[in-house]
């Protein structure tokens, strides 16, 4: 349902109103009036790709103090950004990212394009991504639809397409409203998702658009948007294996350069298929001749495809064996790149939590 000429601009200015008392202050926000930094703006978003404000917040920081510029992240080694990023999850996000900023700084000169369909030719950067930053960064009239945005429009207009066929026709209403404070206007749309126009409960009565929205007047606004059935995720199963020198160090090897958790570091680990290993199959999966030792129970992990469970073998080493690989202490293995599930198996391995750096103690 189309809103009116007259109705379009009032809807807009009456959440500009709401924004302008009620905006979140966030470390990657500009100040109220203030242009926003492109290189925070693409930083963030990168970030808030799949993960939500809470999480990025301490991740955001220790990136912006250790590569202040686009130019110092250019320079960055790829190991020290996907060590950086470690827990963060969606690993393939980390190396974009470094890709963009060599791209950014090397071919445009440190300067992030300046539209959104410029913008799309940076590694990583999708059409959401694309309007967000545009809209942020340059208040290109562009419509920045998040999972916050889409649920708002959803119910505004009472949109009962299941997601994400509805994605298509909930861009269109957002672009007929964005006014000429298109970044405020974008992230107002993000704030009333997250604050007022919420999944469970919302707060209708808070909110500046209670009188126009039609899932409101149907009383279906807890309905809305409408979600596609979820598909049953395959399960995976496999073998790890974690071994420790007599300094207590912990042998890690790196995955291979393309797909899924590439060029991350892990316990060296079997395949993973429909079924456990047999022991047999244990001995020639393991990567030497030790005294490997079954830990009880499972190490458990989602991915965004499929589910994994793991069962850990352990060895303690009277001394390190000839193999390639790296031995990293335990103190020393929040400053790789050990991706959460790693993390997990290796804790399982040895019967301990690890020394988690500040910003992964914070999200414990």
Known sequence: MPQSKKTGPDLSAKLLAWYD?????????????????PYHV????????????????SYYRKFLERWPTVNALAAAREDDVLAAW??????????????????????????FPATAEALRALPGVGAYTAGAIAAIAYDERQAAMDANAERVLARLYA???????????LHGHAMALVP?????????????????????????SNCPWEHACLARKKGVQETLPVKAPKAVRPLKRGAAFVARDPAGAILLVKRPAKGLLA???????????ERFPSAAETQTLAPFRAEWKKRA???RHGFTHFELEVEVYFADLARRPKIDGQWISAAKLHEVALPTVMRKIIEHGLKTVLLRSEHHKRHL
């Open 159 to 169: 949109v009962a397409t299941p997601m994400p066929k509805a994605k298509a026709a």
């Open 297 to 299: 129970g499972l190490v």
């Open 263 to 273: 060029s991350m570091l892990e316990p060296p680990q079997g395949p993973w298929s």
């Open 21 to 37: 008392r009620h905006r979140r202050v966030l470390p990657w926000r500009a100040p109220k009036g203030a242009r926003a930094e």
């Open 42 to 57: 693409w930083l963030s978003e990168i970030m808030l790709q799949q993960t939500t404000v809470q999480a990025v917040g």
């Open 180 to 204: 000429k404070r298109a970044g405020d206007f974008a992230q107002a749309l993000m704030d009333l998702g997250s604050a007022i126009c919420t999944p469970k409960r919302p707060a209708c």
């Open 86 to 111: 470690a827990g963060l999850g969606y690993y393939a996000r980390a190396r974009n990212l470094h890709a963009a900023a060599k791209c950014v700084s090397g071919e445009m000169g440190g300067r």
